[in-house]
């Protein structure tokens, strides 16, 4: 507002002094020398213009990291608000497991069983968050996060499949992985990538099997993620990989997230010299796609 109102003031002053600027001079010139007096105007005009020209390039540049300003901290302050709860709400819950299995000690193995499980898919999904916050900040500081070794990408992408499988026991995976693809890659990179995508697939599945495949394609690996959920709307297809950036919908709102999963996903995938893409998966769902170089 104020802004606003400044600007206005501003361009009402430039104009009220051009046109008193060009009325002195004509008068100051109409009786002794008329040519010269319209020269000076010309030159008022002219110089006037080219001020003119740099005063709406500033504000519009001024206006502009404005506007950017107030998005970022809103989205700062939705993301503050998300990962608080995000990081309450499963150390509450192994809190309370934990106090449970030492306090109560006639607990039955099932019992056991539950609560130990509650601890680890609490701590998993505590190190999700962790691993995402830390490795966005690193990236935004503009730190090389790369660290490339040979790896067998087959037996990797196993053991990230059936870790993720124990926390959703209850989801069925079909995992049809080549054996022996190996490449030089960084390994952390490469498991955030993947667990992003199948931890998405879960939570946005509507508990439907998830199909996940791993293939190579000349000198690249291939990641396919196909879930059977409610899809990706084609609008907002770009716009799930900015950060912070959660849909509007029921679905979204009802899961726990902080927006961050994907806008990472999308920076390593880049890093790393890959691409990745969306496509609508048959009769519903979104399949993630990435290409990784293998060299
Ligand atoms: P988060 O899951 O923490 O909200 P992400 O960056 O991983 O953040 O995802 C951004 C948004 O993209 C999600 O909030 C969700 O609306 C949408 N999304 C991501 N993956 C899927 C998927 N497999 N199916 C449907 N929507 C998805």
Redesign the pocket.
């Known amino acids: 507002m104020l802004f606003y109102l400044l600007t206005g003031y501003i361009l009402l002053q430039f104009f009220w002094w051009a046109y008193l600027l060009i009325k002195l001079n004509l008068e100051l010139y109409q009786n002794v020398d008329p040519e010269t007096g319209n020269l000076k105007v010309l030159m008022i005009v002219g110089e006037g213009t080219v001020f003119f020209i740099f005063l709406l390039a500033g504000i519009y540049i001024t206006q502009r990291t404005i506007k950017k300003e107030i998005k970022l901290v809103r989205q700062q302050r939705n993301f503050l608000l998300s990962i608080t709860h995000e990081l309450k709400t499963p150390l509450a819950a192994i809190k309370l497991s934990m106090d449970t299995l030492t306090k109560r000690e006639n607990l039955d193995k099932d019992q056991r069983n539950l609560l130990q499980n509650n601890v680890r898919d609490n701590t998993q999904r505590l190190n999700l968050l962790i691993g995402n916050v830390l490795l966005a900040t690193q990236m935004e500081a503009g730190k090389d996060i790369l660290n490339k070794s040979e790896v067998n990408l087959s037996e990797l992408t196993s053991k990230i499949v059936s870790r993720i499988g124990q926390t959703y026991a209850g989801v069925k995976m079909n995992v049809d992985i080549d054996t022996d693809i190996t490449g030089l890659t960084d390994i952390h990179n490469y498991e955030s990538i993947v667990t ?1 995508l199948i931890e ?2 879960l ?3 509507g508990g439907k099997p998830l199909a996940i495949r791993l293939f190579k394609e000349s000198d690249k690996v291939v990641i396919r993620v196909s ?1 059977l ?4 709307p084609d609008r907002i297809k770009n716009r ?2 900015e950060k912070f ?3 509007e ?1 029921e ?2 709102r009802s ?9 990472i ?1 999308k920076q390593l995938v880049e890093l790393n010299k890959g691409t990745i893409h969306i496509e609508d998966n048959q009769p519903t ?2 399949t ?1 796609i990435v290409k990784l170089p293998l060299k």
């Open positions: 992003n998405n697939g939570k946005y599945g879930d959920g409610s899809g990706i799930i990989f950036y959660r849909a919908n679905e979204t899961k726990k997230g902080t927006g961050l999963g994907l806008y996903v769902g979104s993630f």
